[in-house]
């Protein structure tokens, strides 16, 4: 029977790791991601799992790119700095097709900013901060418990997909203790990454099968390959003809689009009969949740999309939630990043951003005003 606990998102993140079968971390300490690193240099030891503080995050990204690669489950941790540190390799990554997971526990920006201050400013960073086309997949929990659950799907979809997957929390949820009860280990649908069964001789690295992606044998295993940052053939060998290049870029991108009812995740509050729609993700929802109830409760027929994948953007799930809705309130704790990919599926005329970017979380009145204002009424 799963026991109930106080802990922190940080932890929670930490210990889903570890529950989706992570043996490797590799990071460099900084708030407000800290406690994720703490946690995983006293545990993976005990569990026959490798540990490095690193000199710096760019060698971090480094160290779990060459990890990956040897068959292992690898994740890094980081913040705002450090996650900008991290995006040269971060694209190495998503050429190489490597199964990692980066976690960023977003702060206050930019430069140091404000180190111990919420924010969600890296939300468009995490989607397009590496150079050049790619595809990648990003996740933002809004609790604890989400936390924990979220990180083993992040692990699945990194191991399954063979992209790097970026596990965007903020330093509410990171720094927020909660009561959760947890599942019992070994109870949670665990995900491995392909390897190829045929003969070594015959092995070609980046050759898809049906769903787009490649068997990944590990480094020492018998099957030599060769991996490189430059667009390449099925081999792994450099090759920049254009009809190698645009199947490359392609099928970065559609191997996650084909698994997107899999891989989008959100949930509902009051959506049933809602005509003015908050979407929100990460510690915002939780204020947005707040004020859906006290909406309601003015008689306001109000409803929450909480988005929890927000890359690939799931357009149609937004658009289908704001088809009925007259009005859409997308709240932020930045200058407005998500609402320009909202606007896109909904229309500009409807939508309206509630922003907050001070080092403070946007609150559930902030919100229950523009629900107010979205009616006609007064506050």
């Known amino acids: 029977m799963a026991k109930a606990r106080l802990i922190q998102g940080n932890q929670a993140c930490a210990e889903g790791a570890l529950a989706a079968g992570v043996t490797f971390f590799a990071g460099y300490p900084i708030t407000p991601s800290t406690e994720v690193m703490e946690i995983l240099a006293e545990e993976l030891p005990k569990r026959g799992g490798k540990f490095l503080q690193m000199e710096d995050e760019i060698a971090s990204m480094g160290a779990v790119c060459g990890a990956s690669l040897t068959g292992v489950k690898a994740i890094t941790a980081t913040s705002g700095p450090g996650f900008s540190l991290k995006q040269e390799l971060i694209g190495y990554a998503a050429m190489a097709e490597l199964p990692v997971v980066i976690v960023n526990v977003q702060r206050s920006g930019p430069s140091t900013g404000l180190p111990t201050s919420p924010a969600q400013g890296d939300v468009m960073q995490s989607r397009w901060g590496t150079h050049g086309d790619h595809g990648i997949l990003v996740l933002s929990p809004a609790s604890v418990k989400e936390s924990y659950e979220v990180m083993i799907k992040a692990v699945n979809f990194a191991e399954k997909f063979r992209t790097p997957v970026i596990f965007l929390l903020d330093e509410v949820i990171g720094h927020m ?43 020492g295993s018998g099957y030599r390959y060769h991996v490189t940052g430059l667009m390449h053939g099925y081999n792994g060998l450099p090759n920049s003809t254009a009809a190698m290049t645009t199947e490359v ?103 309206r951003g509630v922003n907050r970017f001070d080092g403070t979380i946007l609150t559930p009145d902030e919100i229950l005003a523009a629900l107010v204002e979205a009616t006609g009424g007064a506050n």
């Not at 799931?314 to 990043?337: H, L, R």
Request: charge should be neutral; proline fraction near 7%.
């Open 177 to 219: 203790r909660e009561r959760v009860e947890l599942p019992e280990a070994g109870s949670c649908e665990i995900i491995d990454r392909k390897v190829p069964t045929g003969a070594p001789a015959e092995y070609l690295a980046y050759k898809p099968e049906a769903d787009g992606v490649p068997p990944m044998a590990p480094f």
């Open 249 to 351: 870029i392609d099928r970065m991108h559609t191997k996650l689009e084909q698994a997107k009812e899999e891989i989008t995740l959100y949930t509902e509050y009051e959506m049933a009969d809602a005509e003015h729609v908050v979407i929100a993700y990460g510690g915002t929802a939780r204020s947005a949740i707040a004020a859906v109830k006290a909406a309601r409760a003015k008689g306001i027929k109000a409803g929450l999309l909480k988005l929890i994948t927000i890359w690939p953007f799931p357009g149609d799930v937004v658009q289908k939630a704001a088809a009925k809705a007259k009005t859409v309130i997308v709240p932020e704790m930045n200058y407005g990043q998500l609402i320009g990919e909202v606007e896109r599926y909904v229309g500009r005329d409807k939508v």
